[in-house]
């Protein structure tokens, strides 16, 4: 039941078990009959033995393949999303956000293994005509949201260069990047303004999606001033599922199908979700057998609602393990924005099988996807009972700011009484200020949207 | 340290109620957590249910409403609620009470005489349907003959039906059900679990069926549960809170739990999982099962006979699991293709006395 729906395009193995169940071949009968004994077989390629439960701690459904055949299953997933999706073309710069948690280690990973076979291709063909798309590495710096940390960070840093630096050839270029580098000013006054701003949300869940924003836009900046055009980020399928549910119960409801896609090009650097189709257990599993270090930064669980719904998902999932999958489907069923995805491209570089794949799974724009405002805060698509309740009237330009924003924000980041919302106000980045100035309706990525048949590259570097 | 533990004493001591000003507060409000008096409290439970009403239009003057009567705190609230705001702002309603008895000795036998205190107490006539006379069994021989294992799937397609049935001997123009926010918030979450996107569409529609003969209406879609609760508490109403015998622990879903931690942290989650609900952009051409008529008995359908029919074929055939499950229908090949849902059942709470969603 997993991944057994017409969206699913990943070569899964539970479809082949499915078929198997409905008319049972002799090599299935066996397999399944001998689970239980020594010899049994990876159900894919049923020649090898299946990865054992005993040597990587962990049971399920991962295990009935053999260590290549559930390597190759889940790299075939992580190609087809970037390849289905243009999320990268040859011409690219694409950087990678890395956490060192298990899914941005994956993440890495498989990005390096497949710009290494495009070097490969790229020295084995005789007009080289492909270029090979280059890989960044970028690791936001929390330690000042969490000074506890910092020691742990400071020595994670030293191995995440070493792990970087293994991966080459082609190099890859790691950005530490503190958080406070959101502002624009010296760092001892981003950190001061970054406390007050984290300081002046009380409510714990508002607090951590602040932070959650304030990373995105640390992203987005080192990405734009780095020359990057994609921004990869590990989301995996429990993260997404976990997304859906925590989203639903702040009241996003009509901003979640943003969120979920594969390609997200809101932002200046469109963001691509390569593990969609991945969950975490199988990520955590291939880290334990390929040796892929990770790092646990930060010991403290999700707090408020986040963790509210990440153990009923844990629980969810122990009632039945395909559980997360079958909530992205839902999920994914919503209608999506006219910014989940990636402008077709007509540059004859990139490979005639790509474009075309790309036209077939692209979005098709639809008449109703026109153009949105999005809160300046979490820069999600404002609903129209948002947009009535927003009142552009107010002359404090704080209280215009807040009018701006999506309800679930006014609810759970900003401050209610009127001073610590203008100490709030006061502490926020310029780029989020800006966001609310331009006006939410021009806002530039909509502004591109207009005029996007016109523009002949697919990144801004010219302007 | 003392000190201020005093002052507070002294303070909570004289609190006075933080709507009229004038009263000792008696409660917290639920629902926004404001330290407000029983007769605030009243006012602003039967006002907010007033304002659904007039902007959801409800309602017509002259609408003959049957409420869906269980004897259950909802009903029984909603009973008493609809009759008083009838009289205060003069909707102009005729109001009937419709029970259905599935025939459940010890359950429903002990809550239907409460129903029938309360045709007294609030003057509202009293319709009964049985299983028995619609169907010709009672629950509790459906019990007999396949045990304890999907009864409850028995149950909810046929008390569906007998409420529409009894809608019609009524000759209703509405009937109104005890649907709660916290009902609806946990619909919402069960359709996303359950990867359901047509209901997940429908579930938070606060009248549905309007294409059918009898529209059905939740006059307590943003009302919470605990505040029901609490308003049958302070009023002393006469209701009925015994578990169905036959499905004890169907409150005890993953579900409900999940919904009941968000409220004590957040009490606004339940309101704003129904406005995700509400605002999930779901396109319209989403498609919806065609609606025909069972060829067997006329009620509505989308197969050839309705659901009831065919669970009540089995029943008589001696086959019970006839039906059972999640039946796609008739395939093109006429192979019927019936998938055992097996497992989801502990996620979800109210399969019994599930009507509508």
């Not at chain 1, 280059?134 to 710096?141: E, Q, R, S, T, Y």
Request: proline share 4%; with cysteine.
């Amino acid at each position: 039941m997993a991944c057994n729906s017409s969206n699913c395009q990943s070569n899964c193995y539970k479809n082949d078990e499915e078929q198997a169940e409905d008319s049972p071949s002799p090599a299935y009968r066996k397999s399944s009959t001998s689970i239980n004994g020594q010899n049994n077989l990876c159900v894919k390629c049923k020649a090898n033995e299946p990865i054992s439960c005993a040597s990587v701690g962990s049971g399920g459904d991962d295990t009935r393949f053999c260590y290549g055949c559930f390597r190759s299953n889940l790299y075939g997933k992580f190609r087809l999303s970037v390849t289905s999706h243009a999320m990268i073309t040859p011409s690219d710069n694409v950087l990678v956000a890395f956490s060192g948690g298990p899914a941005s280690s994956v993440a890495l990973q498989f990005v390096h293994e497949m710009q290494h076979r495009a070097l490969k291709n790229f020295e084995a063909s005789k007009d080289r005509s492909l270029p090979v798309f280059g890989v960044g590495v970028a690791f936001i710096d929390e330690s000042s949201v969490y000074p506890d940390a910092s020691e742990k960070v400071d020595d994670a840093i030293k191995e995440m260069r070493l792990i970087v630096s293994k991966l080459a050839p082609p190099m890859k270029q790691l950005h530490v990047v503190p958080i406070e580098n959101i502002y624009t000013s010296d760092s001892i006054d981003g950190k001061d303004r970054l406390t007050n701003l984290l300081n002046a949300v009380n409510d714990a869940t508002g607090k951590e999606d602040l932070l959650l924003h304030l990373r995105m836009l640390a992203l987005q900046k080192v990405a734009s001033q780095n020359g990057y055009n994609r921004l990869i980020i590990g989301s995996c399928t429990s993260r997404i599922a976990a997304h859906v549910l925590t989203a639903t119960v702040k009241g996003q409801g009509y901003s979640l199908s943003a969120d979920i896609q594969y390609v997200d090009a809101r932002w200046d650097v469109p963001v691509v979700l390569p593990l969609r189709d991945c969950t975490a257990q199988e990520l955590n599993l291939l880290c334990r057998i390929d040796g892929l270090k990770t790092f646990q930064l930060l010991n403290n669980p999700p707090a408020g609602i986040n963790g509210l719904v990440s153990s009923f998902v844990t629980l969810l999932q122990e009632e039945n393990p395909s559980r997360e999958c079958t909530i992205v489907r839902t999920a994914g069923k919503l209608t999506p924005f006219h910014f989940n995805r990636i402008p077709e491209i007509n540059d004859c570089n990139v490979p005639l099988a790509t474009r075309r794949r790309q036209k077939r799974y692209n979005l098709k724009t639809i008449e109703s996807m026109t153009s949105e405002s999005f809160c300046p805060l979490c820069n999600s698509p404002l609903s129209n009972s948002d947009l009535l309740s927003s009142s552009s009237l107010e002359s404090c330009q704080s209280s215009r700011f807040v009018g701006a924003c999506c309800s679930s924000c006014r609810f759970q980041i900003l401050p209610k009484d009127s001073s610590s919302r203008e100490h709030f106000y006061t502490s926020l980045p310029q780029q989020l200020v800006a966001r609310m100035k331009y006006g939410s309706c021009d806002n530039s990525s909509s502004l591109r949207q207009q005029i996007q048949d016109c523009l002949l590259s697919d990144s801004e570097d010219e302007s | 340290m003392e000190e201020a533990a005093d002052a507070k004493a002294r303070k909570t001591g004289v609190r006075l109620c933080c709507l009229c000003d004038q009263r000792r507060a008696a409660l917290k409000r639920p629902k926004t957590l404001e330290q407000i008096c029983r007769e605030c409290f009243y006012k602003v439970f039967e006002e907010e249910i007033h304002q659904v009403i007039v902007e959801n239009q409800l309602f017509k003057p002259g609408d003959r409403v049957a409420i869906g009567a269980s004897g259950g705190k909802d009903s029984t609230v909603l009973a008493y609620v609809l009759s008083e705001l009838n009289h205060r702002h003069n909707y102009g309603l005729d109001l009937f009470l419709l029970s259905v008895d599935e025939g459940i000795t010890g359950y429903r036998d002990d809550s239907l005489e409460t129903v029938k205190r309360n045709e007294i107490q609030y003057g509202l006539p009293l319709k009964i349907v049985s299983y028995k006379d619609l169907y010709g069994w009672t629950m509790d021989e459906i019990v007999k003959m396949i045990g304890l294992k999907n009864n409850c799937t028995f149950c909810g397609v046929f008390r569906r039906q007998a409420l529409d049935r009894g809608a019609a001997l009524l000759k209703v123009d509405k009937v109104a059900t005890g649907h709660n926010a916290d009902d609806i918030a946990e619909t919402v979450l069960l359709n996303i679990l359950r990867g359901d996107i047509a209901r997940l569409s429908r579930c938070t529609s606060i009248t549905t069926g309007e294409d059918g003969p009898i529209p059905r209406c939740k006059p307590f879609k943003y009302t919470y549960e605990k505040e029901i609760v609490m308003y049958a508490y302070f009023k002393r109403l006469d209701y009925f809170s015994t578990e169905c015998i036959y499905s004890p622990n169907a409150y005890r879903g993953f579900a409900r739990e999940f919904i009941k931690d968000l409220e004590s942290i957040r009490p606004r989650a339940i309101l704003d999982i129904i406005k995700s609900g509400e605002d999930f952009r779901i396109s319209t051409n989403t498609k919806m099962p065609e609606q025909g008529t069972c060829e067997r008995c006329g009620y509505i359908s989308s197969q050839k006979w309705c659901k009831a029919c065919v669970l009540l074929e089995g029943l008589n055939r001696g086959l019970p699991k006839l039906g059972i499950g999640r039946s796609r229908g008739l395939d093109n090949d006429g192979r019927k293709d019936v998938k055992h849902s097996t497992g989801t059942k502990n996620i979800e709470s109210k399969q019994c006395g599930t009507l509508d969603f």
